[in-house]
């Protein structure tokens, strides 16, 4: 390998808005596990050890021939089936859920790695039968595909990490150039779908929906559409909602965050790590945030212009769709616009598996910015 080519060709805008991220959510863990009240610092120290395992990752998967790997899609989509069936055998409960398998000191979320095996894998697919896109029995066999990994991770349950793979499906499908004909009949099935759903909750006695979904996601959605309907139900986002709120424009400093500090906030340095940023660095903290992550997704999404090879395209618009939708989420729950589901924040939140899976996405984006870099006079973007 050609380091000093290497180093050249290296997108350092988008490996530097990470490590500012990375270091960023480091702090913030730190507060939200009170660190400076002398709680012990096991998430802060295991959160440093995640990011130094996925800058390896990173460099690992930066220098890894992505191309020839691909030849090997359809073992990567049974690798990613295995993991998420052994889930249910292996798998430890915690709060209700299976979806963590323990390996010595690791606790792994195959969810989450299941996010960049289906981008990779479906990436693929389409770029070999992009001439059939539009085609029915091509357009069921994909959706057939995402619908076994979706179904699995459902069943955990674990709907944010299968609402992810929906994302990422329909931001692939929509970017191969499928035919507005198709999204239109979509959207005339989906909507009234959602509506249904949204109306059946809502009711004293449940038609289908309390049968179909688990307690703990119908009650979830409920409180989302009633929230006056059980009061503890709301409580997360209330609780998230005042963070934010009470933080103003500039913050009450770290540390200082008294509904953070005093153990209001769930889940404050994972699903809820917004509100320890809104209520610790206020507004503009959280337009420093969201600006880094338009920042990252704006990076993909060059890196994605930059290249001519529909499979590398795919990638990079999958790794860009999945940050912009996660991080919608999570900030979408944080501040009462979307039902309260568990979805960490991008490079942000604590968690080794989404670090991880994170780092292992930036690694393929700075692989394909590494092939395809282009002079200005060729017509390169970056």
Known sequence: MNVKKWLQNLDYYLIGAIFILALFGIVCIASATHFNLGHEATEVYKQIAFFIIGFILLVVVANVDYEYVSQFYIPVYIINILLLISVFFLGRNLNGA???????????????????????????????????????PFLGKLCLMIAVPFVLVLKQPALSASLVLAAIFCVLVFNAGIEYTWIRNFLVVFVPIVAFILWDV??????IMDKIFEPHQFNRILSFVDPTANADLYYQTEKSISAIGSGQLTGKGLFQGTLNQLSYLPEPYNDFIFSVI??????????????????????CMLIALSTKDTFSQL????????FAFQTFVNV???????????????????????????????GLLLNIRKKETRS???GGLL
């Not at 000191?105 to 990436?123: G, V």
């Not at 809104?278 to 990076?299: A, D, K, Y």
């Not at 990638?315 to 999945?322: D, Q």
Request: hydrophobic residues 50%; aromatic residues 14%.
């Open 278 to 299: 809104g209520e610790e660095f206020g507004f503009l903290g959280c337009i420093f945030t969201l600006g880094m992550l338009f920042f990252i997704v704006f990076r």
């Open 98 to 136: 299976t979806r963590w398998i323990v390996i010595g000191p690791l606790t792994i979320q195959p969810s989450e790695f299941s996010k960049i095996f289906m981008i990779f894998f479906l990436a693929k697919v389409i770029s070999m039968h992009k001439d059939e896109m539009n085609r029915l």
């Open 376 to 378: 200005l006079f060729e």
């Open 202 to 207: 809502s009711r004293e006695n449940p038609l």
């Open 315 to 322: 990638i990079a618009v999958g790794v860009a769709g999945m």
């Open 332 to 362: 979408g729950v944080a501040t009462g616009i979307v039902p309260n589901t568990g979805m960490s924040l991008p490079f942000v939140s604590y968690g080794g598996s989404s670090m991880w899976t994170n780092m292992v996405a930036v």
